[in-house]
């Protein structure tokens, strides 16, 4: 069970770094067609890892 915990956490960090990855790739105005704000790329990503 501890383990599982542990993986599931692992997992979660490794798609929040790749979100974060990815919209911090995009240009400013990419990301405004997105709606997105660069300072909510981190807030965005955390939401999309745990979900």
Do not use: C, H, N, W
């Amino acid at each position: 069970m501890f383990v599982t915990y542990i993986l599931s956490k692992i997992r979660a960090y490794k798609l929040y770094r790749t979100t974060v990855r990815e919209l911090a790739q995009l240009s400013d105005r990419d990301l405004a067609d997105l709606g997105i704000a660069r300072f909510d790329i981190p807030r965005l990503a955390r939401d999309a890892s745990l979900a």
